[in-house]
């Protein structure tokens, strides 16, 4: 993924592992009494600090709260200084921050590295999460890193382990592994063989496993065992099949109609209702807020 998109995906992601934990008050830290206060002190006032995240969520980005400006999150560089990141604040208010990460003995990490267990490690080195399929180190809206299967590269966790999301993974013949809310689930495939639904009313050829925004990121054992998965679905038509081909369809209707034989979908980390759970919960949002967010509406505010 390339650009603002990517960034949208990465705070999208994000956003949902507050909600998933926001239940138990493991990511904002705050009592009632205390996020009270914490609006009623804010300067500016709380509401211009929440319409100006508004706008700046929608972007995929995250406010700064000492020039207005919006950026990305986790991202290096100003308004950070040398290897910090800009996380949001564990504190009663969500507030952005520059975070620097240290190893265990106090010294300083540099050349992008962040601590994980203790030591300064490469983000994107795969081993520090065994190499398992599809686990990488993602870190949480504080900066916090640890192993998860990768919503950026299509993979859902079962029981511990890893499946690309939309395959029938662990579930029974005839249905996919859908990302749900909270929780993958599995639902009934409603669209030919060969094809998966991604919840928007058409359906996918399996191919979008191995080619799709930032594909490039996976390893080439992932690689193999997404072509395996194909092969195992499509037999013999899995080595002839040509995106560009007029006799195969990449996107169709739920009916069948074929709609673009070369457009792949992007790989969605998240579900809608997840995001404005989250945002409700962080912000405080009523329901114009919530849409406008996700894009459905104009700017709700006078």
């Known amino acids: 993924m390339t650009g603002s998109r990517a960034a949208r995906w990465e705070v999208l992601a994000l956003v949902v592992q507050v909600a998933r934990a926001g239940a138990q008050g493991f990511e904002f830290h705050r009592a009632e009494t205390e996020a009270r206060q914490c609006m009623g002190d804010h300067r500016p006032t709380w509401?211009?600090?929440?319409m100006t995240n508004l706008g700046c969520l929608r972007q995929g980005l995250v406010l700064w709260p000492i020039d207005?400006?919006?950026?990305?999150?986790?991202?290096?560089g100003h308004p950070c200084m040398e290897n910090q990141?800009?996380?949001?604040?564990d504190s009663p208010c969500p507030e952005a921050k520059c975070l620097g990460y240290t190893s265990s003995?106090?010294?300083?990490?540099?050349?992008?590295?962040?601590?994980?267990h203790g030591a300064c490690v490469d983000p994107e080195d795969r081993e520090q999460c065994g190499g398992e399929l599809g686990r990488r180190l993602?870190?949480?809206?504080?900066?916090?890193?640890?192993?998860?299967c990768s919503r950026e590269l299509g993979y859902s966790e079962w029981e511990g382990k890893c499946y690309v999301q939309y395959s029938q993974g662990p579930c029974k013949e005839g249905e996919q592994l859908e990302p749900g809310v909270g929780n993958p689930v599995c639902q009934m495939n409603p669209c030919d063989v060969g094809y998966f639904s991604a919840g928007d009313g058409f359906c996918y050829f399996v191919d979008t496993w191995v080619d799709f925004p930032g594909s490039e990121q996976l390893s080439q054992q992932e690689r193999t065992d997404r072509t395996e998965l194909i092969k195992a679905l499509l037999g013999e038509q899995a080595a002839t099949f040509c995106t560009?081909?007029?006799?195969?369809?990449?996107?169709?209707?739920l009916e069948g109609e074929c709609i673009n034989t070369s457009l792949l979908p992007e790989v969605s980390p998240a579900g809608e209702e997840e995001l404005l759970q989250t945002l409700a919960l962080a912000f405080g949002l009523n329901s114009e807020e919530k849409l406008f967010v996700m894009g459905n509406t104009d700017f709700p505010f006078p």
């Open 47 to 50: 509401k211009v600090y929440r």
């Open 68 to 76: 207005y400006k919006c950026y990305t999150l986790h991202g290096r």
């Open 85 to 89: 990141r800009l996380v949001y604040s």
């Open 105 to 116: 003995s106090g010294l300083p990490c540099t050349g992008g590295q962040v601590s994980h």
């Open 138 to 148: 993602v870190p949480d809206m504080h900066g916090s890193y640890s192993c998860r």
């Open 244 to 253: 560009f081909c007029n006799e195969h369809c990449a996107k169709k209707t």
